[in-house]
């Protein structure tokens, strides 16, 4: 099978970049695959001309990395692998950003036709943010991919119930073994945590979603009463303006390091250092966390926001946080991590078995492989009534310029 491969890649500052370039290696032997980052997608019209590919993957999240795969996914019908269920961040910025208003009207109106339209007001002044996890904005993906890949049968269920027609399959997120690391000592010395901190982490791209200031506040709250809690930030919080702000109103700025971006080779030393990870997120996409499950594969603790999502996930792998009590059940949890060395060491040994079990490269590659073969021999989807801008082929400007260049041509693609 030759397949063409939609996915941001590495030095992409991208979860899912790392994911395409660690599954690549894994399917390396098993079929023949052309990557095509953001760079080098303007290729793929011609090569796939000259030699069709047997199947187009697309990798679907809401980071901007992903916003070139638009152009493309409908016209050239595929296996879309939604790593987030709900795609009105990544549509709204893609058209309101370009000023693409009417564009974007008529991309909601196809998506949600049972609300109403004035709704779209709201991205349009600006006064998006949490309402897009209302309303997915997958219709059109739905409509059109030969088959939709998630990472949760909670939410391949879901997807399946909204829409009978489609095909929806499950392939688990692998992540590689964490290797152990050199000196946790000079970690936790290079970053001035004390040797008797019990140390609460959170991963991945530091968000307010991922509810640091719930975090913050609870460490505040231990530090009140004396129990030895710090917290590490591993990650890049570019994004997070108010973060240096939150910890200074707080008087955390002793109990709390933001390390930044890290490196993938040093990513093993930070895990290490952790006591507790804290992988908690609301509002969400319904997405799988890869760092979560890297820190399954590290054999440290977790606490999850307990999730819909999530169900599928056994109770003694993660402490989990209720979202609708969550200053509360969070800072119980922490107490009781704090507390209890032996129920860290045991959420620790539980999450490392899950990991080994059902979340591995090789586990990854294995759905994989199953799931390629079947996208190929599905059939394309051309649903009638799809907003014009997922028709149009935008050559008006090139067959305008050939037009007074004299030269005759059939069209572009």
């Not at 008529?106 to 996890?133: N, S, W």
């Not at 719930?214 to 030895?228: K, M, N, T």
């Amino acid at each position: 099978m030759r397949i063409a491969w939609f996915s941001p890649f590495p030095p992409e500052r991208s979860g899912i970049a790392a994911y395409s370039a660690e599954l690549l290696a894994q399917l390396a032997g098993r079929f023949q695959i052309d990557p095509y980052p953001e760079h080098e997608a303007h290729d793929f019209v011609w090569r796939s001309r000259r030699s069709p590919y047997d199947l187009v993957v697309y990798h679907l999240g809401n980071a901007p990395c992903h916003d070139y795969m638009w152009a493309y996914v409908a016209r050239y019908p595929g296996l879309v692998v939604l790593h987030d269920a709900r795609l009105h961040h990544a549509r709204a910025r893609c058209l309101l950003g370009h000023n693409r208003i009417a564009e974007y009207r008529d991309e909601f109106r196809y998506d949600h036709p049972d609300k109403d339209p004035a709704v779209t007001q709201y991205a349009i002044e600006g006064l998006g943010g949490p309402v897009y996890y209302l309303w997915p904005m997958v219709k059109v993906i739905m409509d059109t991919a030969r088959v939709v890949a998630v990472h949760s049968p909670w939410v391949a269920a879901e997807l399946r119930e909204r829409f009978p027609s489609a095909h929806v399959e499950t392939v688990r997120m692998g992540v590689p073994a964490i290797p152990p690391t050199a000196d946790v000592t000079r970690v936790r010395d290079r970053l001035g945590l004390p040797a008797d901190a019990v140390v609460f982490a959170a991963f991945g791209k530091i968000t307010t979603e991922k509810r640091i200031s719930s975090v913050l506040e609870a460490l505040d709250a231990l530090a009140r009463e004396g129990r030895p809690a710090y917290g590490m930030l591993v990650g890049d919080a570019d994004g997070y303006a108010d973060l240096p702000r939150e910890i200074a109103a707080r008087g955390l700025a002793d109990r709390v390091r933001v390390t930044g971006h890290v490196t993938d080779s040093s990513i093993g030393d930070y895990l290490a250092a952790a006591d507790v990870c804290l992988c908690l997120r609301w509002p969400t996409a319904l997405e799988t966390s890869a760092s979560w499950l890297r820190c399954l594969a590290a054999g440290r603790p977790t606490v999850i926001t307990d999730l819909a999502h999530l169900v599928d996930i056994p109770d003694r792998i993660a402490a989990r946080v209720d979202p609708l009590d969550e200053a509360a059940s969070l800072l119980a949890a922490m107490r009781r991590l704090i507390a209890e060395p032996l129920w860290r060491a045991e959420l620790g040994r539980a999450g490392h078995a899950y990991w080994r079990a059902s979340h591995t490269l090789d586990v990854m590659a294995s759905d994989y492989s199953r799931v390629l073969p079947l996208a190929a021999s599905a059939p394309a989807l051309r649903p009638a009534g799809l907003p014009g801008h997922f028709l149009a082929d935008y050559s008006s400007a090139a067959t305008e310029v050939t037009r007074q260049l004299g030269v005759s041509v059939n069209g572009f693609e």
